[in-house]
């Protein structure tokens, strides 16, 4: 197993660890995925043939144009291909298959898929299947140190398995200070995009002012509450101008739930 484990060292030197997804789970999720998207191209297919038969007096495959079979492929293709690309970017780069199995794509420097990376290995896709029933993907996943396709090499992407965030028996001081105070995740709204935007230097950040909460004096917290949210609240478009300390320290607080479901994580 050991083999399979590793360690990414970020630009603010902190060391994370994963373990690579290999053939096998990979198969399970693209399998998963395929038969679900089997469900939609059939109805995709029922639905355009209806819209298609109603705005003809004649059959639909028996028209002469080939227009509505371009259509057809066109729609096809963006569903098909659509999927793997929207899902793992705006759903932390799983899909429903890959959400199951327990998997997730990441970039090689350990943050989150980007735009650009999910569309590139995406579009690589049509190259990894060929020449038939993904044979070229599975031949470079099985053999490959890091079990990368071809469109993970150039994407610069890896498939991990899913880390879980770390249970514990006892609340924390912290996590009881949280549920005192009734916050909760739904407190703060944040957009993908802005999510996205904070990485590992914002999470050491917040993740330190939190376990310092309850050991610095009064006078000290209230510094450092006021000096982080001038620093963070900027980057998630939260004014700091005119909230009571306790606002502030509950927006900090908030924030430290959101980032820590991305962050903090227990193989």
Avoid: C
Avoid at 142 to 151: E, M, V, Y
Avoid at 192 to 217: A, D, N
């Amino acid at each position: 197993m050991n083999q399979d484990q590793l360690n990414i060292k970020t630009p603010e030197y902190v060391s994370i660890q994963f373990q690579l997804a290999g053939l096998g789970s990979r198969a399970a999720a693209f399998i998963i995925d395929q038969l679900l998207l089997m469900v939609v191209n059939i109805l995709t297919l029922v639905v355009l043939y209806f819209v298609m038969d109603g705005l003809s007096s004649m059959p639909f495959f028996l028209m002469e144009s080939s227009l509505p079979i371009a259509i057809t492929i066109i729609i096809l293709f963006i569903v098909n291909w659509g999927y793997f690309f929207a899902l793992e970017y705006f759903y932390g780069g799983r899909t429903l298959g890959k959400k199951l199995v327990g998997i997730r794509v990441i970039q090689e420097n350990g943050h989150s898929i980007t735009l650009l990376s999910s569309f590139i290995r995406n579009l690589i896709r049509i190259i990894d299947s060929l020449p038939t029933a993904y044979f070229l993907g599975i031949v470079m996943i099985f053999f490959h140190s890091k079990h990368k396709r071809l469109g993970d090499l150039v994407a610069g992407t890896i498939v991990v398995h899913e880390r879980k965030a770390k249970r514990k028996k006892k609340l924390t001081p912290i996590e009881k200070e949280i549920e005192n105070r009734g916050l909760t995740k739904n407190d703060l709204f944040l957009d993908e995009w802005t999510l996205k935007s904070l990485g590992m230097k914002e999470w050491k950040l917040i993740s330190t002012y939190v376990s310092r909460f309850h050991q610095v004096p009064f006078e000290e917290k209230s510094l450092l509450t006021k000096q982080i949210a001038d620093i963070l609240f900027p980057k998630i478009g939260v004014e700091v101008f005119g909230k009571l300390e306790s606002e502030l320290e509950d927006t900090l607080l908030v924030l430290f739930l959101l980032l820590q479901e991305e962050w903090e994580f227990e193989l």
